[in-house]
């Protein structure tokens, strides 16, 4: 028998985290809580950002990439999308043969396939569901994966032992580790998570162009606030995360303006029962899926 | 030189709150903390409610609607919106004169309107722009309404002194009174928050066609519980705010499916720096209504 997965022993002591902001500074917390490492270096364009970790301990170095990497056994690449197939190419160049490679990507099909095509069989797909309002390391919180789930994607050719080494460590950091194929993963979070940014977006523009903010805040409660929250994203992040899951958000959204005309057709034509009847079926719907997920109404 | 508002004497020690949920309890505990009242009696169709609006000393009495209302100066009708047009006809027979009369109700020109028909002059609509996830008086908060904005919208009919008596009332209970038209009221809202109901409605039917909970709980996060928050929301309720402000919902529905078509468009032609046009001018909008409402980042 193998064994669990958090007895799995990789000598994954020294770390590379390439992009200290909210995500890759909340794991390096975690896992120096979790005294999962002897050593993090950290990796970033912005100086500041690499100031910032270190002097809330959670980096020990900084260095440039090739170098951070030469040390490292376990790299975690926690930059935005748009950055990971340059940075694959780069470790493609310089990663040692012992070490593993994973991500933090919102879409997993399109970086799986650059990996593959560069050879990186030791790069494992991954994608945290955790994030938060707040960027920068100076948000970190050594408990923002918690409870939460992660999705590992591996391919064919992933390596077996890549795996489990990024398995084991998500498990170090509190996170509960779900394994996906890149297509499904990215089909579902193109409804669970890319199709209701773009809702909220288009909410929040259509209200910008329907009348003044000063006009409509007097007439905004608490209920657009937490809808209109995910509209406060980064949108270059968002553009780029479009961008790499185009081909399964465009169904989505297909799917979700024809459900919205069947709304209107219904507030048109004074169907008010029907729509009570769609009313109460989101209601249980959304009841039952907060309670199984690890942000549920509690 | 008139009066400030708070400073008017009203002589209205009397309140009579009919339904005794989170809305209606929460004011009876914020006027009896702001030690506006003496006395209040509390009138609901559920004796439950009223035994634990009671122990909680929320109300002192608990009568039928119309001894309650012999006996009031205020009488605030605190139900769902589909109760209204019910009650106001059994006010118009037993109201004495000197009564004011308001609501809470989330569309203001079909209550309006019934009113004036009824020649309930003493009648002024209003709409505290608060709530909860929670209901029943067992939820109620004295400061639920502190800092929130209540709007009112009286006609050319409505008493001039009544107005001024629920803007104190109101004032008293902490919130920021606003004085619009029901016309203007209707279309706001149908913007800000009906609009938002039913996106939010409409995303967790889709979630519910898509894919059973178990499989979609691992790809859900924070962002999606926060924006499908109000699709937890009483179906019945909406059903009622749906039927009575469809005349403003319909071209509110129609605008935001157009403005997503456009987005679509743009996912389908692969034009992602038009998406970030968007997303850009969407989320400086949303910054600046969350600075100016009361319902702040902070």
């Given at each position: 028998?193998?064994?669990?997965?958090?007895?799995?022993?990789?000598?994954?002591?020294?770390?590379?985290?390439?992009?200290?902001?909210l995500?890759?500074?909340?794991?390096?917390?975690?896992?120096?809580?979790?005294?999962?490492?002897?050593?993090?270096?950290?990796?970033?364009?912005?100086?500041?950002?690499?100031?910032?970790?270190?002097?809330?301990?959670?980096?020990?170095?900084?260095?440039?990439?090739?170098?951070?990497?030469?040390?490292?056994?376990?790299?975690?690449?926690?930059?935005?999308?748009?950055?990971?197939?340059?940075?694959?190419?780069?470790?493609?160049?310089?990663?040692?043969?012992?070490?593993?490679?994973?991500?933090?990507?919102?879409?997993?099909?399109?970086?799986?396939?650059?990996?593959?095509?560069?050879?990186?069989?030791?790069?494992?797909?991954?994608?945290?569901?955790?994030g938060g309002e707040c960027s920068g390391?100076?948000a970190?919180?050594?408990?923002?994966?918690?409870?939460?789930?992660?999705?590992?994607?591996?391919?064919?050719?992933?390596?077996?032992?890549?795996?489990?080494?990024?398995?084991?460590?998500?498990?170090?950091?509190?996170?509960?580790?779900?394994?996906?194929?890149?297509?499904?993963?990215?089909?579902?979070?193109?409804?669970?998570s890319?199709l209701p940014h773009l809702l909220a977006f288009a909410c929040a523009e259509l209200l910008a162009e329907y009348a003044p903010a000063e006009a409509l805040a007097p007439f905004t409660g608490a209920g657009l606030k937490d809808f209109l929250r995910i509209a406060g994203s980064d949108p270059v992040m968002w553009r780029?995360?479009?961008?790499?899951?185009?081909?399964?958000?465009?169904?989505?959204?297909?799917?979700y303006?024809?459900?919205l005309?069947?709304y209107s057709?219904?507030v048109?034509?004074?169907?008010?029962?029907?729509l009570?009847?769609?009313f109460?079926?989101a209601r249980?719907?959304r009841?039952?899926?907060?309670?199984?997920?690890?942000h549920?109404e509690?």
């Amino acid at each position: 028998m193998s064994p669990a997965a958090h007895e799995v022993v990789i000598g994954a002591r020294r770390l590379a985290i390439v992009g200290v902001g909210l995500m890759g500074g909340s794991l390096a917390a975690a896992l120096r809580g979790a005294r999962f490492v002897d050593r993090i270096v950290g990796v970033d364009e912005d100086p500041r950002s690499l100031g910032t970790a270190h002097a809330h301990g959670l980096i020990d170095d900084m260095q440039d990439l090739e170098a951070a990497v030469a040390e490292a056994d376990l790299v975690v690449l926690a930059t935005p999308l748009g950055a990971l197939p340059g940075l694959l190419a780069r470790l493609s160049r310089c990663l040692p043969a012992r070490a593993v490679v994973t991500d933090m990507g919102s879409a997993k099909q399109p970086v799986a396939e650059v990996a593959r095509a560069l050879g990186l069989t030791r790069f494992v797909p991954g994608h945290p569901m955790a994030g938060g309002e707040c960027s920068g390391p100076a948000a970190a919180r050594a408990d923002l994966f918690a409870g939460r789930s992660v999705i590992l994607t591996p391919t064919e050719t992933t390596d077996d032992e890549a795996v489990r080494a990024v398995q084991t460590m998500w498990t170090a950091a509190g996170a509960r580790v779900v394994m996906a194929d890149a297509a499904t993963h990215d089909r579902l979070v193109a409804y669970t998570s890319h199709l209701p940014h773009l809702l909220a977006f288009a909410c929040a523009e259509l209200l910008a162009e329907y009348a003044p903010a000063e006009a409509l805040a007097p007439f905004t409660g608490a209920g657009l606030k937490d809808f209109l929250r995910i509209a406060g994203s980064d949108p270059v992040m968002w553009r780029d995360i479009c961008a790499a899951n185009a081909a399964s958000l465009a169904p989505a959204l297909a799917a979700y303006a024809e459900r919205l005309a069947g709304y209107s057709e219904r507030v048109a034509c004074g169907d008010f029962e029907g729509l009570l009847g769609h009313f109460a079926k989101a209601r249980a719907f959304r009841a039952d899926l907060m309670r199984r997920s690890t942000h549920g109404e509690h």
